[in-house]
């Protein structure tokens, strides 16, 4: 069972990740609007010029 | 910003079927028809296959196919306009945010992101659909802001500036961090979680020391963020309590959250003893949610500056010299001239300088009939005036106006309100005190009885005593309910209030809009039925609400035609149909010009608004005006006293009328206070509020204060947005039935509040009693645990407690 001397830690070590990416998100404004993404994508993005973004 | 540039071309190319014109992407070359979407294809198609095309052939369907109204925003490019709203945002680009009107679905957010194909130097448009916001970036150099709004409005979108900025970024930081804080302690719970439960499995099958002292430091190296972390808005919150020599619910929760770790961490160290880390980051994260639940129901919050631009005009009509030139109203100063035209509400406080008028001032003051203003008199912002065009010198602007005053007193009036401490919130901060103390008791005495068994019961009395049922059940029965409300037309912002509105006590209602329609209509006509068509006839000639009360009381009343019609603002109308000489106005107007032989005057009931009408000299008809009782007035007010309400009535509208609609629903002339001002009905409700909570009903600005100072504010329908903003409940359907509905509702709602606590609470005690006696061990208070939550929330979910269908 030493074996948990490693695989505990790099759990946590997922776990960070983790945490750190949906703190990026938040700060990001990723969950400010829950709906309005949803409804772009159905939008075609064929046509018109290059919009930087 | 140079005004030379050009409009964006439209190719020019009109949808067939609708009228509107076609986007360039979407332009067909060979094909005859064109259209702006596929839906519009789909109807050409079906309405040609079916042998209809004869109406694209009727010249009324080529009417505006959405309505225009032509507005040139050019206000959106004064500099003026830019200080306020406009950010530049690197690039030589400039950033703003503008506030769309009609915006509901996937193809708004289609539209409006387009406008950077359309225009050029447009860089992008972002729609948000629930909040209606749009921000736009552009070139200066190439467009301007107003030629953007205009593209705006003729995709159907009239755009306004989006005033409140600076307070939505502060909420938004607020939500973001809240939301931080539930991820990080989220995560941090059921990692802790999983290593305790790795702990009480072990504790069985002899788990050696050596892993369970690692397990111990690991739940501690976890603790230490989500108590730091997240954790820390409950120390800080109950640290500024206790410096302000107050206690609040997170004294008692901060106190637990403390003496649980540091007992933990202690234990941690010396290696003996129970760690409680599983509850306290539990206790965290559960609690965290509970505050985001009723965060969220209780958003638009009332920031004075925002709900003073929300009442006045975003633009005022400068006069300077010979020109006129809109402008943002922000920008006036005193001393400045304004325009106000018939029908436009008033952007600043002050003096008349040139024509005469009417102006509506019920927002203001609750006052049913408009006054006759002349020049020299003063006009304050949140008025309408709805006679004749009017010259304004500005004497007061901004918050310094009457209603920015009232504005102030009204958030000062609700920081004055005493917060609602929920039951629950004060019951889980002891009980977990309670706990922690009975836990270390427990200890102890096994200690002297069986050393061996002691650390067991200690901590399964803490396991299954979690209280996070006991945590949860107020904050998700209140969701539910607050959701089954919405449904039925009652918008609760302040869930708390249903804990008040569910114990009978005072509630005040305001009368003009609130117990009454709001608005005036004819109430009694005595004359002959040959008098009706010249008084319509008369009556077009005039803006008075009088003349629109005669409409809509006559629909079908045939239309004389009047010559000569002329109005005496503060008088009535005169003219002559038929060669006869009518007069229809004030007593005090008729009677200079008419006899009055059958005494019509006195005809009229005394609380009701006397117009007289007069044909060639003589008086030949009367009609009383009022403002009529909504229809369920009566039986609202009947069923709250039922429930055990104390009613009374507190308006502004004149004493002898709040007296005549006292009486007629059956209030006490003692609680029936009318003629009050804002500042009034404020010091009425704070009077009250010494004998107990107060409830106040109303609908406009003057009641605002009152509604933001009362234990619970609640707006109905049709009512002015600074009252809506300070009420915490907001009637969706007109009339007072929904009113009986909320307050019936709240009892429900506080009825399974008290149901789910107790449960859980006899839960934990049952379960108490079971671990310090010894009789069960920290695995199977494990299971038990988490099977309290579940029932509180199978409960929450299945109560009844606001009906959908009334």
Redesign the interface.
């Known amino acids: 069972?030493t074996i948990?001397?490693i695989l505990?830690p790099v759990?946590?070590g997922v776990?960070l990740i983790?945490?750190g990416a949906?703190?990026w998100a938040?700060?990001k404004?990723q969950?400010?609007?829950l709906?309005?993404p949803a409804?772009?994508v159905?939008?075609d993005d064929t046509?018109?010029?290059d919009?930087t973004r | 910003m140079s005004p030379a540039v050009a409009e964006p071309t439209l190719a020019g190319v009109d949808c067939s079927h609708c009228g509107l014109p076609v986007l360039p992407?979407d332009i067909a070359p060979e094909a005859g028809q064109q259209f702006c979407c596929s839906g519009c294809r789909t109807a050409w198609a079906l309405i040609s296959a079916s042998g209809l095309s004869a109406y694209y052939e009727s010249d009324d369907r080529r009417g505006a196919p959405v309505r225009l109204s032509g507005r040139r925003y050019d206000e959106f490019d004064h500099p003026a306009f830019h200080r306020l709203y406009v950010q530049a945002i690197g690039g030589g680009l400039l950033e703003a945010e503008l506030y769309l009107q009609g915006v509901h679905?996937?193809s708004c957010?289609?539209l409006v992101?387009?406008v950077?194909?359309v225009i050029p130097g447009a860089v992008?448009a972002e729609?948000?659909?629930?909040?209606s916001l749009a921000r736009v970036q552009w070139d200066p150099a190439l467009t301007s802001l107003a030629a953007i709004a205009r593209f705006l409005e003729q995709l159907g979108y009239p755009s306004h500036p989006f005033r409140g900025g600076r307070a939505d970024q502060r909420r938004?930081a607020e939500?973001?961090a809240m939301?931080?804080r539930i991820?990080?302690s989220g995560?941090i719970a059921i990692?802790v979680m999983t290593v305790a439960l790795a702990l009480y499995a072990g504790w069985f099958g002899a788990m050696?020391p050596g892993?369970v002292r690692?397990f111990r430091w690991?739940s501690l190296g976890?603790t230490v963020p989500a108590i730091a972390w997240p954790g820390r808005v409950f120390f800080t919150s109950a640290w500024g309590a206790l410096r302000a020599r107050r206690v609040h619910m997170d004294v008692p929760i901060a106190i637990a959250l403390g003496a649980g770790f540091a007992r933990g961490a202690v234990n941690t160290v010396t290696d003996a003893g129970p760690i409680y880390f599983d509850g306290v980051v539990t206790l965290i994260f559960l609690l965290l949610v509970g505050r985001y639940l009723q965060q969220r129901a209780q958003r638009a919050a009332a920031d004075a500056a925002e709900l003073l631009h929300g009442l006045t005009p975003s633009t005022a009509r400068l006069v300077e010299g010979d020109s006129i030139d809109e402008v943002p109203s922000e920008s006036l100063v005193p001393g400045a001239v304004v325009e106000v035209r018939a029908g436009d509400p008033i952007p600043t406080d002050g003096q008349i300088v040139d024509g005469r008028s009417n102006v509506d001032r019920s927002l203001l003051t609750g006052e049913s009939m408009p006054v006759s203003v002349e020049p020299g008199d003063m006009v304050y912002a949140g008025t309408t005036n709805t006679g004749a065009t009017i010259r304004v010198r500005v004497t007061e602007a901004g918050e310094a106006t009457r209603l920015g005053r009232l504005l102030v007193e009204l958030e000062a009036a609700m920081g004055r309100r005493a917060p609602v401490v929920q039951t629950a919130d004060r019951l889980a901060g002891w009980f977990v005190a309670a706990v922690l103390i009975l836990a270390g008791l427990t200890y102890l005495v096994w200690h002297r009885i069986d050393p061996t068994v002691a650390l067991d019961h200690a901590i399964a009395l803490l396991i299954v005593t979690c209280p996070c049922a006991l945590a949860l059940a107020t904050p998700l029965t209140m969701t539910v309910a607050v959701g089954r409300a919405a449904k039925a037309g009652i918008l609760i912002r302040g869930a708390d209030a249903l804990e008040i509105l569910a114990r009978p006590a005072t509630m005040l209602l305001d009368k003009t809009g609130t117990l009454t329609e709001g608005r005036l209509q004819l109430m009694a006509w005595e004359g002959d039925e040959q008098l009706k068509p010249a008084i319509l006839a008369l009556e077009a000639h005039s803006n008075h609400p009088v003349a629109r009360a005669f409409e809509s009381a006559w629909p079908t009343e045939p239309r004389a035609l009047a010559t000569g019609a002329r109005q005496t603002l503060g008088g009535g109308v005169t003219g002559s149909v038929d060669g006869v000489d009518f007069a229809v106005g004030a007593p005090a107007f008729v009677l200079a010009l008419a006899l009055d032989p059958d005494h019509l005057a006195q005809s009229v009931p005394a609380d009701l608004t006397p117009v007289l009408v007069a044909a060639a000299g003589i008086v030949r008809g009367a009609a009383g005006f009022g403002d009529p009782i909504r229809p369920d007035s009566a039986a609202a007010v009947a069923s709250l006293r039922r429930l055990g309400w104390r009613i009374g009535i507190l308006s502004g509208d004149a004493p002898s009328v709040v007296a005549a609609t006292a009486e007629s629903l059956g209030v006490s002339a003692a609680d029936a206070r009318g003629g009050a001002t804002p500042e009034a009905k404020v010091a009425e409700v704070e009077r009250r509020l010494a004998a107990g909570p107060v409830v106040m009903v109303g609908d406009g600005v003057n009641d605002a204060p009152a509604i933001g100072r009362a234990s619970v504010g609640i707006g109905v329908r049709g009512g002015a947005e600074a009252c809506l903003a300070a009420a915490d409940v907001f009637l969706a359907r007109s009339g007072l039935t929904p009113l009986v509905a909320l307050i019936a509702g709240s009892e429900r709602t506080l009825r399974v509040i008290r149901r789910t606590i107790a449960v859980s609470v006899g839960y934990n005690i049952i379960g108490a009693g079971l671990a310090v006696t010894g009789v069960i061990n920290p695995l199977i208070a494990a299971i038990m645990m988490p099977v309290s939550s579940v029932t509180v929330i199978l409960m929450a979910w299945r109560s009844e407690t606001f009906r959908t269908k009334p």
């Open positions: 069972m948990l001397f505990v759990a946590l776990v983790g945490v949906f703190v938040t700060r404004g969950f400010d609007d709906e309005t409804l772009r159905l939008r046509e018109g010029p919009r | 992407g679905c996937a957010v289609w992101e387009q950077p194909l992008r729609l948000n659909v629930p909040r938004r939500d973001r939301l931080v991820g990080v995560a990692n050696e892993y690692y690991i976890l």
